[in-house]
């Protein structure tokens, strides 16, 4: 085996997950349940079933990780939920192998 050839596509490998983000929605006393359905179901295009499960899980544990990507496609999402006044924030996703 080349083990160069190995070392480079685990570095590209490391790149890739250090560019992972998360948009994380928690929960408030403001807005109703059916409301943050219908958000997410419009943000980001989730069927009912998805968008209420996300919604269940912010209400129920106070946050949930609503999406996962690259960085400027995830700032942009959170900005487009603060627009529907709801409360979102971006963070780094956990590397699995740390």
Same mark, same amino acid.
């Given at each position: 085996?080349n083990t160069k050839?190995? /070392?480079? %596509?685990?570095?590209?490998s490391k790149v890739?997950?250090? +560019?992972?983000?998360? &948009? @994380?929605?928690?929960?408030?006393?403001?807005?109703?349940?059916?409301?943050?359905?219908?958000?997410?179901?419009?943000?980001?295009?989730?069927?009912? /079933?998805? %968008?209420?499960?996300?919604?269940?899980?912010?209400?129920? +544990?106070?946050?949930? &990780? @609503?999406?996962?990507?690259?960085?400027?496609?995830?700032?942009?999402?959170?900005?487009?939920?603060?627009?529907?006044?709801?409360?979102?924030?971006? /963070?780094? %996703?956990?590397?699995?192998?740390?």
């Amino acid at each position: 085996m080349n083990t160069k050839t190995d /070392e480079v %596509a685990e570095n590209q490998s490391k790149v890739l997950l250090d +560019r992972v983000w998360n &948009v @994380v929605v928690h929960n408030d006393p403001v807005n109703l349940m059916s409301y943050v359905t219908m958000v997410f179901k419009r943000v980001f295009g989730y069927s009912e /079933e998805k %968008a209420r499960a996300l919604m269940l899980e912010v209400h129920n +544990r106070g946050r949930s &990780v @609503v999406w996962s990507g690259e960085r400027e496609k995830a700032e942009v999402y959170v900005q487009h939920l603060h627009s529907y006044l709801l409360m979102a924030t971006l /963070e780094r %996703a956990e590397n699995p192998s740390n």
